[in-house]
């Protein structure tokens, strides 16, 4: 297990936003809209992600000069998404990935097509190697109603306070709502943030729906599981995205439990092995294995899904994550933050009295899901095993 160490940054927000949900244009337009970024896991690399509601060429112009032209080009591909709802609402997804980036140095891009450019946008390329500490804003539960967290979210972003962003499930609430519209909104909203930095997600309980249909076309994540799940390296850490959901929702699959058990014991195996170049593993996943509010989540159950697996026996997280020694957990769904001492199986395994987040004998947890939803009212009895909410 890693020390905690104080440069590392996690930022949890707490501030009251409300913005209503807006419109999509009534004519169908070939201005790109809903941009955000994504780090493909290839370094010297971003991908754009944007929408329109007619099919174009997919291009990005950037540059590193401020002003005057954009001088480098970059091209990608157009999917059309065909939302579930009964109006059937169609939208064209972009992805262009653009290469040979230079660590650390800030570029301004455009995206879109002659048929119509998105404004002009900035981002910082992720910087190479592990010989860095990275500065994450991390958050789960993030709708268009009540959005709390987001003021305070463009205000960083615009100081350049972060490298990423990790959001831990549950966008819009909920994407699919209103056939769709309401990801759209959710979409337009977060990006001042998502088309400056890269946005990096994992699903929660409120993208399930046909199937996680809207996750899985409006976000662009590294591998090739949809976004599902996922792994990549930031500065000292290996950090892997998984879906808990897959737990919840067999009737999409059973198959899928086992396929996302397996992919992450490989993975496990192979950040464990390469310690001495990055000695952090992350997990990012939204249902937690523990919590302490008072209500019926999985995570108030002492045999959770998450943490056992199936039956209370088959593919639980818990053991794997202990076995390869994944020193920090993030989680959400609870709307509400918790720390928890370092844990396994119910046992307190701090450093020492002292200091218990040094060299820790096990993981982790951490609850972050309170980046603004329409629930406000969280009852937290207190246990041993955890921190005190703030």
Same mark, same amino acid.
């Given at each position: ?11 949890? #927000? ?31 690399? @971003?991908?754009v992600t944007w929408t329109t509601w007619v099919p174009t060429d997919s291009e990005v112009q950037f540059g590193v000069k401020l002003t005057g032209p954009l001088s480098l080009r970059a ?18 997804? &972009? ?11 800030q570029y301004v891009y455009r995206c879109g097509s002659t048929q119509g450019w998105s404004r002009r946008f900035r981002f910082r390329a992720l910087k190479n190697g592990p010989q860095w ?8 539960? *993030? ?17 350049? @306070?972060?490298? %990423?962003? #990790? &959001? ?7 994407? &699919? ?17 998502? %088309? ?20 899985? %076309? ?18 000292? %850490? ?17 198959? @899928? ?31 937690? *294995? ?42 959400? &769904? ?49 246990r041993c095993f955890s921190e005190s909410p703030v």
């Amino acid at each position: 297990m890693c020390p905690l160490h104080p440069c590392w940054s996690c930022c949890c #927000l707490f501030l009251l936003f409300s913005l209503g949900v807006q419109e999509v244009p009534k004519d169908p337009s070939a201005a790109p809209e809903q941009i955000h970024l994504s780090y493909p896991g290839e370094p010297g690399s @971003m991908t754009v992600t944007w929408t329109t509601w007619v099919p174009t060429d997919s291009e990005v112009q950037f540059g590193v000069k401020l002003t005057g032209p954009l001088s480098l080009r970059a091209q990608g591909t157009i999917s059309l998404f065909v939302d579930g709802g009964h109006l059937r609402r169609k939208l064209y997804i &972009h992805r262009v990935t653009l290469q040979g980036l230079l660590p650390g140095i800030q570029y301004v891009y455009r995206c879109g097509s002659t048929q119509g450019w998105s404004r002009r946008f900035r981002f910082r390329a992720l910087k190479n190697g592990p010989q860095w500490s990275p500065r994450l804003a991390i958050f789960g539960d *993030m709708g268009t109603e009540n959005p709390k967290a987001l003021p305070r979210l463009r205000r960083d972003t615009q100081q350049g @306070m972060y490298d %990423a962003v #990790l &959001h831990v499930g549950d966008f819009a609430y909920d994407m &699919h709502q209103d056939n769709a519209r309401i990801g759209d909104a959710f979409m337009r909203l977060i990006e001042p943030v998502a %088309a400056s930095l890269p946005y990096m997600t994992c699903p929660g309980n409120h993208e399930e729906r046909y199937n996680f249909s809207n996750y899985k %076309a409006r976000f662009s994540m590294p591998g090739n599981n949809e976004g599902l799940w996922y792994s990549w390296d930031l500065g000292p %850490a290996h950090i892997i995205s998984f879906s808990t959901e897959v737990y919840f929702f067999l009737h999409y699959g059973r198959h @899928m439990v086992e396929r996302q058990f397996h992919w992450l014991e490989r993975d496990l195996q192979k950040a464990n092995e390469n310690r001495a170049v990055r000695p952090w593993i992350i997990t990012m996943g939204h249902r937690p *294995m523990y919590c302490s509010n008072a209500d019926t989540d999985d995570c108030t159950w002492h045999e959770s899904k998450v943490r056992k697996g199936l039956f209370g026996k088959l593919f639980g997280l818990e053991d794997l994550f202990y076995k390869y020694g994944v020193d920090l957990e993030f989680w959400a &769904h609870e709307h509400s933050y918790e720390r928890l001492w370092p844990i396994y199986n119910y046992r307190v395994f701090n450093g020492s009295r002292e200091m218990p987040y040094n060299n820790p004998r096990g993981p982790v947890h951490i609850i972050t899901g309170s980046a603004g939803v329409h629930d406000v009212n969280v009852s937290y009895p207190r246990r041993c095993f955890s921190e005190s909410p703030v």
